[in-house]
Nanobody, 122 residues
Framework: QVQLVESGGGLVQPGGSLRLSCAAS????????MGWYRQAPGKQRELVAI????????NYVDSVKGRFTISRDNAKNTVYLQMNSLKSEDTAVYYC???????????????WGQGTQVTVSS
């Protein structure tokens, strides 16, 4: 129902910036929240940032606070992750995630993007 297409990953030097985009299509009228997760080699996937639809509230993992900003463009049905002052520790595959209400059953469902590689290296 809800398909997420990610873009914006790539190679960047330490201290540089990247902006990740995640475009949603399908049943997108009842989205509870959208967020970004990341998974580095040998590590578990962790929440990086999330934005709550109803309140507009945002939350971030401590390690990215002050450097990353999550935002959403309702007109474009797209969520962004602006990443500044990137560090080597930020290297990971970044995944977009959406929680939404099924229009058929009312269930709270989850969709994931395909992942986009972010590599921070000199």
């Amino acid at each position: 129902q809800v398909q997420l297409v990610e873009s914006g990953g790539g190679l960047v030097q330490p201290g540089g910036s990247l902006r990740l985009s995640c475009a949603a299509s399908g049943s997108i009228f009842s989205i509870y929240n959208m967020g970004w997760y990341r998974q580095a080699p040998g590590k578990q996937r962790e929440l990086v940032a999330i934005i709550i639809t109803s309140s507009g509230s945002t939350n971030y993992v401590d390690s990215v606070k002050g450097r990353f900003t999550i935002s959403r463009d309702n007109a474009k049905n797209t969520v962004y992750l602006q990443m500044n002052s990137l560090k080597s520790e930020d290297t990971a595959v970044y995944y977009c995630k959406v929680e939404y209400r099924s229009p058929d059953t009312g269930q709270r469902l989850v969709s994931w993007g395909q992942g986009t590689q972010v590599t921070v290296s000199s």
